[in-house]
């Protein structure tokens, strides 16, 4: 109940013209930066690719002057036709994937590594991407599915990461931890594809319900975008309330 001492309610400044031509200029921002740098990355790697794969294939066989020849149009018009580099470069690679499994292809792979190991630097450049490419794309174990909690870089103060397997060999053996140990990789914000590779205690690290997918969207955003924030208006239990699952 208001007196007639009360002061008068300050009413919020009326924006104008230019303040909600600024806001609408925003929103529309954010509408249309996800949705553009999506289409724009798409565009230039699908660009990339045909550009180092169509010089490979015979001039007459681009699809541009197939294209050229079925409308009969001017030799000298260009069309950008993107995408076939991609799918050739798609085939070629299941093809070399079918005959490497087989048994011929297996022979060849063996000779034509013995030869590398042979070539002093080649050998090291070759092996390290082999190792990581095999660790990479390895469909015999699971990696970086799951998004963790650990203590870094001092106790009390939390950073999130993503598992990529129990620490084995002599890192598992010299650690003497009991428990086992985990390889945690640590990425950076707001690039997530840099970061750093910690062997923590297993006992130490706690293991997120959130997606790997959520938990990268939390790192790049700096904190900005939770996954659970719709949970938490719906009467989820906070975070204190969850089960620790160390």
Known sequence: MNTPFDPEPIAPPKRGLLGRFRG?????????????????????VVGWIDGFVLPLVPVKYHPDRLIQD???????????????????????TVIVGWIA????????????????????????????????????FAQSESSFETACLIEYPRKGIWAIGFISTEAKGEIAVRSDSTGGMMSIFLPTTPNPTSGFLLFVPKRDVIVLDMTVEDAAKLVISAGLVYPNAKALENGAPPIAELPDRR
Do not use: C, H, M
């Open 24 to 44: 609408n200029f925003l929103t529309g921002l954010v509408v249309i930066a996800p949705v553009g740098l999506t289409i724009w990355l798409i565009w230039s």
């Open 70 to 92: 079925l409308l009969g149009l001017d030799p000298t018009v260009q069309i950008n036709v993107r995408g076939i580099g991609v799918i050739i470069f798609l085939l070629f």
């Open 101 to 136: 499994k087989g048994i011929i292809g297996r022979s060849f792979i063996r000779f034509a590594e013995s030869l590398v190991e042979r070539t002093p630097v080649v050998r090291s450049i070759y092996s390290g991407i082999k190792q990581i490419s095999e660790t990479i």
